[in-house]
């Protein structure tokens, strides 16, 4: 069966200070993978999208950018963090198209000070 | 560009009884897909349901019935029965046809409903 993991669960920050949240996925190949960011009371904004290695394709242009290093592997970084990059932060995944299901990771609780 | 709404913020019942959560979309496409997430405080998403677009009949799982109107555009999910397990924020998302020129494959959520179930 298909297993999504999210680390850290909870970061806490220093405002300018750098970010490398990571996301991978057992069990699947050549998943679509996403992050999402939920900001307190408000729904879930889509960051990015990775249909493979190498090809990230960004939502909403912010301080943030995405990896995928590995087919199974995406990575959300920040050079230097503001205080409104807190958020509740989700990775995804699903297989490719958009009529699948979505599966979720645990999420990161990032508080940036 | 796709929308999402779930005008309701916050609902409260007491246990036992039913509840609905609306929600209305917009899209352009011809072909999508509507999905209905569960997130208890833990935070983690949990799947409950998709619909396409092609399939308006409705769906029963134990306590839990959607019912897909086209012509309204909207997909509202009831809860019979209701139990203090069902509390957590409820999220109603579409998805476009990546192959009708949606856009991106990624969902594009309401701003979720918190259902509170009073023991």
């Known amino acids: 069966s298909q297993t999504i993991h999210q680390w850290p669960a909870t970061l806490v920050q220093p405002v300018g200070s750098p970010l490398s949240l990571e996301c991978t996925v057992e069990?699947?190949?050549?998943?679509?993978l996403y992050w999402y960011r939920q900001a307190a009371g408000r729904g879930l904004q889509l960051l990015f999208y990775?249909?493979?290695?190498?090809?990230i394709s960004s939502e909403v242009p912010q301080n943030l950018s995405a990896s995928r290093p590995q087919d199974r592997q995406f990575i959300l970084s920040s050079k230097k963090l503001l205080l409104s990059d807190s958020g509740f932060y989700l990775c995804?995944?699903?297989?490719?198209?958009?009529?699948?299901?979505?599966?979720f990771g645990a999420g990161t609780r990032l508080s940036v000070l | 560009a796709q929308k999402v709404t779930q005008a309701q913020t916050e609902i409260s019942v007491v246990e036992k009884e039913d509840v609905t959560l609306d929600c209305v979309y917009e899209?352009?496409?011809?072909?999508?897909?509507l999905f209905w997430y569960k997130q208890p405080p833990s935070g983690e998403l949990v799947f409950l349901i998709r619909r396409n677009s092609f399939d308006e009949q409705n769906e029963i799982s134990g306590r839990y019935s959607w019912n897909f109107q086209k012509s309204t555009s909207s997909f509202n999910f009831t809860i019979t029965a209701s139990q203090v397990v069902d509390s957590a924020v409820y999220f109603c998302a579409l998805s476009g046809d990546q192959y009708s020129g949606g856009g991106a494959d990624g969902l594009t959520f309401g701003k979720g409903t918190h259902l509170i179930i009073q023991p």
């Open positions: 069990g699947t190949s050549n998943p679509n």
């Open positions: 990775s249909v493979g290695i190498g090809q």
């Open positions: 995804a995944w699903s297989s490719q198209g958009a009529r699948y299901i979505q599966y």
């Open positions: 899209t352009r496409d011809t072909t999508y897909y």
